[in-house]
């Protein structure tokens, strides 16, 4: 089922939570909502949920006008961030209530509710937990059980709201990864929320990045990564460095260097220059650089080293080379050296995020 | 570990004698008076206390205590779980007034609590000319005694649930709810069994105080003997009378209502107490199982 968001508004008080948002999701998809706390990615999907109801704006399901349909009757399993398990049911019961709740008419029969159940418990490979109750089990455990009750009910969307935000790191990549298989299997249109940038992008198929009740990029994982379309975007998605300066004539120039452009790139006085840290190398001679410095500190722990060149005037900047390289250029702490970027991307005229 | 032991508690003395305190506390001031209660209902025998109860007043007496609370609780259950409801999960204009409001009967002496309803119902009161004019009377009658006893218990279902219901949130609700159910289905299965112990708790509160409130019933009771007098006041008037045996009897079933009601909460704890302990059980098993 696609879903679709018409120009959606929604205010609380004063705060625009959400101004005029669309976005389509298509068929059996999974997206993830991307963006800091506060940029409206959870007011969204709440909407989409219907457990909240948006100012203006519409959301169609399979092209149908749902904007005012009742969240019971959406037909969508949203899994919450903190579980919401039924805390006085075994795990057996919160994965069988979706079932058991309906009209005597449609209601499965028992040893049905049973088998369905006991099926999800194992593609959990919960299944030994049946009888357990929710106070019993760990973090990765209930959200999991969470995750098979909101399927109990064959939704045809399925929404989760920062799913893994509670857990610890090491649980929290094992169950992306488990995510990530179990919609390939059952490939249900999926939406989910999230702050991590690393986990958006592994996870999903289309990323959406918001900030401050807009949408900023909606992209593929690894387009976004690497072609961000606003400052904010490029800040947002991982470490970066700043190089003020401006465009003409087809270069950045940056105090005394410059660097060469695509060719298209409007001039400009107010250019910013955004550059990862693995995007740069620390070079011996001036050619291509775009600043110099002292390195004054080398971190060599995990498979890059990262190197802080300091310049003589301004920031810091982080460089992140590959083991091979490092043991190549011989690096010591005072060493006088340029950092060129292999590659950066330019925004003119933009106003400097802060984060 | 016994190091440990001696770093995070007091000392063993200290322990000792706060205990002490505690138990002799409720010693002296809960058990012996209980204990004398009974004491004093059965000094003169079984057969004299059993007469003390059967005779026609004090039998009305229970009988009109029974009803007043028969009313009052479950009507301040609907009521407590309404307004517990509305305050937890809504914002709405007024919603400090109603907060305000619910605590109204505590802070009102019962005694003011019983004039303001003979204010109101009196014969002289506001709406004493048209309510006699039809034939109906409030005032040194069953309604009045009703009237007064929901008055005064009617914060504790409400107390005891709002603290609850805020602190739980509704996601569980909201989960129901996504996964089909009606708003009815959810607070039937998921909120109410949340919060049963608080419900419980304040229906308990309330039961005992709408059994033994004297205060604002004495105002609006008129204390006629066999027909407004609810158990406090029908003991007040034998202990007056220094009729001690028939007191303490009528005292006695006060008392021991309060007990009936308290072991039949422990009972209902101690069942769920084993259904969750089979669950750890069975979970355990499972576990080994599976190894």
């Keep these: ?355 | 570990m016994a190091m440990q032991h001696t770093l995070t508690t007091e000392r063993a003395w200290v322990r000792y004698a706060l205990t002490t305190l505690a138990l002799l506390f409720l010693l002296v001031f809960l058990l012996v008076p209980l204990v004398s209660v009974f004491w004093e209902a059965l000094a003169k025998g079984w057969d004299l206390y059993a007469d003390a109860l059967v005779e026609y007043e004090a039998w009305q007496a229970i009988k009109l205590t029974l009803i007043a609370a028969a009313i009052a609780v479950p009507l301040n259950l609907v009521f407590g779980v309404a307004a517990a409801w509305a305050i937890a999960r809504f914002e709405f204009r007024g919603k400090s007034l109603l907060t305000t409001l619910i605590d109204l009967p505590f802070s009102v002496s019962p005694v003011v609590a019983g004039l303001m309803y003979i204010l109101l119902f009196g014969s002289h009161g506001w709406l004493g000319g048209w309510l006699s004019e039809h034939n109906i009377q409030i005032i040194f009658a069953i309604p009045g005694i009703v009237l007064a006893t929901v008055f005064v218990t009617f914060p504790f279902v409400a107390r005891e649930l709002i603290p609850l219901m805020q602190a739980q949130g509704q996601d569980e609700e909201q989960a129901a709810i996504v996964l089909g159910a009606s708003g009815f289905a959810a607070f039937w299965h998921v909120t109410l069994p949340n919060i049963k112990w608080g419900l419980l708790y304040g229906v308990i509160l309330t039961n005992a105080r709408a059994m033994g409130e004297f205060g604002a019933v004495s105002v609006v009771s008129g204390h006629i003997r066999g027909e407004t007098n609810t158990i406090p006041l029908h003991v007040e008037i034998l202990y007056n009378e220094y009729n001690f045996v028939g007191a303490f009897a009528c005292a006695s079933i006060l008392a021991l209502l309060a007990l009936v009601t308290l072991a039949v909460k422990t009972l209902v704890e101690w069942r769920m107490e084993r259904q969750h302990e089979a669950s750890l059980v069975r979970t355990q098993q499972a576990r080994e199982a599976l190894v």
């Design chain 1, 1 to 355: 089922m696609s879903i679709e968001i018409r120009n959606i508004e929604k205010r609380f008080g004063n705060f625009t939570a959400l101004d005029k948002v669309s976005l389509k999701v298509e068929s059996g998809e999974l997206l993830a909502l991307l963006g800091p706390s506060g940029c409206g990615k959870t007011t969204l999907l709440r909407i989409i949920a219907g457990l909240e109801k948006p100012d203006a704006g519409q959301v169609l399901f399979s092209g149908a006008d749902s904007t005012h349909t009742h969240v019971a009757e959406r037909q969508v399993g949203f899994v919450f961030q903190h579980y919401a398990l039924f805390r006085h049911m075994t795990v057996f019961d919160n994965v069988a209530f979706g079932l058991s709740v309906r009209p005597r008419k449609l209601r499965p029969s028992r040893e049905e509710i049973r088998e369905r159940v006991m099926k999800l418990l194992k593609m959990v490979q919960l299944d030994w937990l049946a009888d357990a109750y929710p106070a019993q089990l760990s973090g990765g455990q209930r959200q999991r059980i969470a995750l098979a009750r909101s399927l109990a009910v064959e939704p045809s969307v399925l929404l989760l709201d920062e799913p893994f935000g509670a857990l610890d790191a090491k649980v929290r990549k094992d169950l992306r990864r488990w995510l990530r298989d179990l919609h390939h299997e059952m490939h249900i249109t999926s939406v989910f929320v999230t702050h991590d940038q690393e986990e958006a992008l592994e996870v999903s198929d289309r990323v959406v990045v918001m900030d401050h009740g807009h949408i900023e990029q909606i992209g593929r994982p690894d387009d976004i990564y690497e072609n961000p379309a606003t400052p904010f975007v490029t800040r947002f998605l991982g470490d970066v460095n700043l190089f003020h300066g401006r465009v003409d004539g087809g270069h950045f120039t940056h105090g005394d260097f410059a660097h060469a452009l695509e060719a298209g790139t409007v001039g400009g006085d107010q250019a910013v220059a955004y550059v990862r840290p693995h995007d740069l190398d620390i070079s011996r001679v001036a050619q291509g650089a775009l600043a110099a410095g002292s390195v004054e500190h080398i971190h060599a722990v995990g498979p890059l080293v990262r190197i802080e060149v300091v310049p003589d005037s301004g920031e810091a900047i982080e460089v992140a080379l590959t083991k091979e390289r490092y043991r190549e250029l011989g690096l010591m702490l005072g060493d006088k050296v340029f950092v060129a970027p292999k590659k950066l991307s330019v925004f003119v005229g933009a106003q400097d995020y802060a984060i």
